[in-house]
């Protein structure tokens, strides 16, 4: 089975640009997550969504960010503007219920840099 | 600060021997759970413990929770070189919903 599929694996750009993350979960998770990885902060939940409804989006750093998940199978991030300081890994992942006791599923995410 | 935090946060050992790692936490939990990351990869789950439980195994992988201490611990026996990589505690701060709060990860690297 395909396990969770993130788009770009790189993403190199200047500030001041538009970046999309894409992500699609495992076919049938109902939950899919949002992280940030840096060195500095380690792995941060930025937002997640429960049946495609965004439940808590508290991680998510700025208004120039923001997530979607029109449908079951497809989410994107999207940084507009972006800065350097968004520089990072940012991970997807899913899992099958809305539950704390069902692990998560990651991505190998987006490695994103941002001139 | 993160919910868990783990100790130590680098480790090096020789192959076949243990490797044994430590996460706090500060609040209630509902369940803990161990991930590891490879270099360039996403997290893999290992293991989940429930807050009734005291200690749980699989393969190679032994797990304890103290929620008195509020700790738990993640053993390793018989490393071998494919073990290296970054291991992860996770805790849902016994709310309601599936959000997990990740610590900072201890770096194994087993030599061998």
């Known amino acids: 089975d395909a396990g969770v599929i993130q788009s770009p694996r790189h993403e190199v750009t200047e500030m001041g640009q538009e970046v999309t993350l894409r992500c699609k979960p495992i076919s049938g998770h109902n939950s899919l997550f949002w992280y940030r990885q840096t060195m500095m902060r380690g792995l941060e939940l930025l937002i997640y969504f429960n049946n495609n409804v965004p439940i808590d989006d508290s991680g998510m750093p700025e208004d120039r960010f923001s997530a979607k998940m029109p449908n079951a199978s497809f989410s994107t991030l999207k940084i507009q503007p972006s800065e350097p300081r968004d520089s990072a890994v940012y991970f997807c992942?899913?899992?099958?219920?809305?539950?704390?006791?069902?692990?998560?599923?990651f991505g190998d995410g987006t490695r994103l840099s941002i001139l | 600060s993160q919910q868990g935090e783990e100790d130590p946060q680098a480790l090096s050992i020789q192959e076949g021997e243990n490797a044994t790692m430590n996460c706090s936490y500060k609040?209630?939990?509902?369940?803990l759970q161990w991930y590891r990351q490879n270099s360039g990869r996403g997290l893999v789950h290992l293991i989940l413990i429930r807050s009734n439980e005291r200690e749980k195994h699989s393969g190679r992988l032994r797990v304890t929770l103290d929620t008195s201490k509020k700790s738990s611990s993640l053993l390793i026996t018989a490393s071998r070189a494919a073990d290296t990589a970054s291991y992860f505690c996770?805790?849902?701060?016994?709310?309601?919903?599936?959000?997990?709060?990740f610590g900072g990860g201890t770096r194994v690297l087993v030599k061998p």
């Open positions: 609040t209630s939990i509902n369940n």
């Open positions: 996770a805790t849902d701060k016994g709310a309601a919903g599936n959000k997990l709060t």
């Open positions: 992942a899913s899992s099958s219920r809305e539950s704390s006791n069902q692990p998560q599923h």
